[in-house]
């Protein structure tokens, strides 16, 4: 048994009221404040808060004593007991703002965090007893300033290793961010402000990232990737109150350390990880069929009217009268353009030859050419696609080209329809040769009504060779106009050998989730 003194959000303190049973004891937590409180805008309140302020807020004790504490400058002064490691996150450092009431220029302003509980609190009576002149910090625009971000940072480093005395080795930091998204009845529903989500993101990043640098040998425990939320959490949906696994994978952690096995975080990392993102591929197909059934795309390979083609290596001939000679192989793939019953016609640097029918393919290839009437184009000269049983195939074509192998159409001509909205495009694939780099396929968004007016801006890469759905999500943003938007098919080239990869049933649906 351990014992943590805690002062961070809800997170880390759950991870250990979660569980059924627990064998470490907290010895102080405390949270809803911001380190901005206690450093910077540390003045001690003229008029200090009581309980009584408190009185009409609807809020539980603990939230009260959060608050008090915050307000009046008392959260460092709570932690006097020594324990075994302090446990922090800072994400209310980013995301908290500061709060000012009162009239700066005769020295008679106080400072808070500015959290929700503090603001239901605002709200049910506590504004009576505060001056109503108000001033908010934006505290993201506020850790712009670089060296008051070093500064803060400082500041909690010397008062825990000097002031309270912790080594680094008994400092436990989590690194815990915002989540984009919840689920509710296995659906995966995305969280609105994404945009503010981050930037309160990026800034925790390099709070994390300043945090490391300075305190070197603490432990740092990270969150699983593809962590989500909870419609269902025991404290209500924020992108702060997280899945079940998450909490389990947390005390794990916790346990570990204080075990003297830290070395075997990473492996739960892995594994958690694992499942988080083994449950988004699940909830992530039970929204796009609880959602939107059209289909943006067209995934009809099997009935379009296809050309032909011949592929490297293909034997080809000449004509003399009604006599067909064999006059080598083919260096590249060809479009047939004129598929007969005995040999077909294709051209190559003006000259007509033909190839027997029999070798010749259902496929494109070519730069900009059009998959029948789907919608489909070849993207880049090296792109060759063979029509196999509702199935499209996309390889290189054998030239010299050493661009990407891929397929694209055009969803919309400009993003007005879809802004605001999360598009999502799912489709079945396998590698059946991967590049000489090990890779094999990729598929995305493009934010424009062409591939080379825009810019990928969400992509899956997948080496499975067997049949998995493979799918990305893309939030388009709210009030940004750009000239539509593009999905993109592909096989990804290598330097010397490139990859092979079969898609089926692309779909695209408008979607309520977002990776």
């Known amino acids: 048994m351990a014992t943590f003194n805690i002062l961070s959000s809800c997170i880390c303190r759950d991870a250990f009221g979660f569980q059924q049973e627990c064998k470490h004891d907290i010895i102080t937590f405390l949270q809803a404040t911001s380190a901005l409180t206690w450093f910077r805008f540390n003045k001690k309140p003229l008029n200090p808060m009581t309980l009584n302020m408190l009185e009409e807020s609807g809020l539980s004790n603990f939230q009260k004593k959060c608050i008090i504490k915050d307000y009046n400058k008392e959260v460092l002064a709570s932690y006097d007991k020594e324990t075994d490691y302090f446990v922090m996150d800072l994400t209310e450092l980013a995301s908290a703002n500061i709060a000012e009431y009162g009239d700066a220029k005769k020295g008679e302003n106080d400072f808070c965090s500015y959290t929700?509980?503090?603001?239901?609190?605002?709200?049910?009576?506590?504004?009576?007893?505060?001056?109503?002149?108000?001033?908010?910090?934006?505290?993201?625009?506020l850790?712009?300033?670089?060296?008051?971000?070093?500064?803060?940072?400082?500041?909690?480093?010397?008062?825990?290793?000097?002031?309270?005395?912790?080594?680094?080795?008994?400092?436990?930091?989590?690194?815990?961010?915002?989540?984009?998204?919840?689920?509710?009845?296995?659906?995966?529903?995305?969280?609105?402000?994404?945009?503010?989500?981050?930037?309160?993101?990026?800034?925790?990043?390099?709070?994390?990232?300043?945090?490391?640098?300075?305190?070197?040998?603490?432990?740092?425990?990270?969150?699983?990737?593809?962590t989500y939320s909870d419609k269902f959490h025991k404290w209500g949906v924020t992108d702060l109150h997280f899945c079940t696994e998450f909490y389990d994978y947390l005390y794990k952690c916790f346990d570990l350390i204080a075990s003297g096995k830290e070395n075997e975080i990473q492996q739960e990392f892995y594994h958690y990880s694992k499942i988080m993102m083994e449950n988004r591929e699940k909830f992530i197909l039970n929204s796009i069929y609880a959602n939107h059934k059209e289909n943006l795309v067209s995934n009809d390979f099997d009935n379009i009217a296809s050309g032909y083609i011949i592929k490297k290596g293909t034997i080809f001939y000449k004509k003399n009268i009604d006599l067909y000679i064999v006059a080598g192989r083919t260096n590249k793939a060809f479009s047939i353009t004129e598929y007969?019953?005995?040999?077909?016609?294709?051209?190559?640097?003006?000259?007509?030859?033909?190839?027997?029918?029999?070798?010749?393919?259902?496929?494109?290839?070519?730069?900009?050419?059009?998959?029948?009437?789907?919608?489909?184009?070849?993207?880049?000269?090296?792109?060759?696609?063979?029509?196999?049983?509702?199935?499209?195939?996309?390889?290189?074509?054998?030239?010299?080209?050493?661009?990407?192998?891929?397929?694209?159409?055009?969803?919309?001509?400009?993003?007005?329809?879809?802004?605001?909205?999360?598009?999502?495009?799912?489709?079945?694939?396998?590698?059946?040769?991967?590049?000489?780099?090990?890779?094999?396929?990729?598929?995305?968004?493009?934010?424009?009504?062409?591939?080379?007016?825009?810019?990928?801006?969400?992509?899956?890469?997948?080496?499975?060779?067997?049949?998995?759905?493979?799918?990305?999500?893309?939030?388009?943003p709210e009030g940004k106009e750009y000239k539509g938007l593009t999905i993109c098919l592909r096989a990804l080239a290598g330097e010397e050998e490139n990859a092979k990869v079969e898609f089926r049933n692309p779909i695209v649906q408008i979607g309520s989730f977002a990776f």
């Open 116 to 141: 929700k509980w503090f603001n239901t609190a605002y709200n049910n009576g506590l504004k009576k007893y505060l001056p109503s002149q108000v001033v908010i910090h934006n505290s993201v625009e």
């Open 340 to 476: 007969r019953n005995d040999y077909s016609k294709f051209q190559s640097n003006d000259r007509v030859l033909f190839a027997a029918s029999n070798d010749c393919k259902k496929g494109f290839t070519g730069h900009g050419i059009e998959i029948g009437d789907t919608n489909w184009k070849l993207q880049n000269q090296s792109t060759m696609v063979e029509i196999d049983n509702q199935s499209i195939i996309i390889s290189h074509n054998g030239s010299n080209s050493k661009a990407q192998m891929q397929i694209i159409s055009t969803l919309k001509d400009d993003n007005r329809e879809l802004s605001g909205e999360v598009v999502t495009l799912s489709v079945w694939a396998r590698v059946l040769e991967k590049n000489d780099a090990g890779k094999g396929g990729c598929i995305s968004f493009i934010n424009a009504n062409d591939y080379n007016g825009g810019k990928f801006c969400a992509k899956e890469e997948f080496v499975n060779t067997e049949w998995k759905r493979i799918s990305v999500s893309y939030w388009v």
């Open 143 to 226: 850790l712009k300033d670089e060296s008051l971000l070093q500064q803060t940072i400082d500041n909690i480093r010397n008062w825990l290793l000097n002031v309270k005395g912790y080594k680094e080795k008994q400092i436990i930091l989590v690194r815990n961010k915002k989540v984009n998204a919840y689920t509710d009845n296995k659906v995966l529903v995305y969280f609105d402000n994404q945009s503010k989500r981050n930037s309160i993101n990026d800034t925790l990043d390099r709070i994390y990232d300043c945090f490391c640098e300075k305190i070197p040998g603490c432990h740092v425990i990270n969150m699983p990737l593809g």
